[in-house]
T-cell receptor, first 112, second 118 residues
Framework: AQTVTQSQPEMSVQEAETVTLSCTYD???????LFWYKQPPSRQMILVIR??????QNATENRFSVNFQKAAKSFSLKISDSQLGDAAMYFC?????????FGTGTSLTVIP | DTEVTQTPKHLVMGMTNKKSLKCEQH?????MYWYKQKAKKPPELMFV???????INESVPSRFSPECPNSSLLNLHLHALQPEDSALYLC?????????????????FGEGSWLTVV
């Protein structure tokens, strides 16, 4: 069974600093995708970044980057130069077929 | 345009009422999803429609009845709900409804419909 674990229920970061959110997953598949979604208080799930498992290069999207360690089944999200608007719930997701497996989420607080 | 539109944004209904949640996307996506989300929890998959046919039903009670009138629309009909069904209901869509998720097949979510059952 596929599982996704986010071991940090809550994190906080000072504005303009860097924070890393961790995610590990368990799978026997070789072909899959990994996503980070952000859910602000408005509750809309917003795609932050996507990583294809077959790509060795870590995905980057502006201030957001991932550290993808396929052998370790780890997929952490780094947010650089944190902004107040980054405060949200962050969900890691593992995807194979049309099934999404979400982690339990990490609530990120940004301190002014 | 990566927009999935859901209506209504808020719904309060009694346990004997019949209501519907609606979802629309105009991205040409062929897979559409209903998720249920409780506070501070991840979304839970309810249904998946692939090419307008129900492909996944995650053992959802029959008081929830999905409908896909066409490739752009997805409804969730609600009848005889219980207070514990109160939650945020998220609609989502992805480009491909095939058996395997292919490159570019990101799932895009709507803003959700807040449902309160009284």
């Amino acid at each position: 069974a596929q599982t996704v674990t986010q071991s940090q229920p809550e994190m906080s970061v000072q504005e303009a600093e860097t924070v890393t959110l961790s995610c590990t997953y368990d799978t026997s598949e070789s072909d899959y995708y990994l996503f980070w979604y952000k859910q602000p208080p408005s509750r809309q799930m917003i795609l932050v970044i996507r990583q294809e498992a077959y790509k060795q290069q870590n995905a980057t999207e502006n201030r957001f980057s991932v550290n993808f360690q396929k052998a370790a089944k780890s997929f952490s999200l780094k947010i650089s130069d944190s902004q107040l608007g980054d405060a949200a719930m962050y969900f890691c997701a593992y995807v194979t077929g049309n099934q999404f497996y979400f982690g339990t989420g990490t609530s990120l607080t940004v301190i002014p | 345009d990566t927009e999935v539109t859901q209506t209504p944004k808020h719904l309060v209904m009694g346990m004997t009422n019949k209501k519907s949640l609606k979802c629309e996307q105009h991205m040409g996506h062929r897979a559409m999803y209903w998720y249920k989300q409780k506070a501070k929890k991840p979304p839970e998959l309810m249904f998946v429609y692939s090419y307008e046919k129900l492909s996944i039903n995650e053992s959802v009670p029959s008081r929830f009845s999905p409908e896909c009138p066409n490739s752009s629309l997805l409804n969730l009909h609600l009848h005889a709900l219980q207070p514990e069904d109160s939650a945020l209901y998220l609609c989502a869509s992805s480009q491909d409804g095939g058996p395997r998720l292919r490159l570019g097949n990101t799932i895009y979510f709507g803003e959700g419909s807040w449902l309160t059952v009284v």
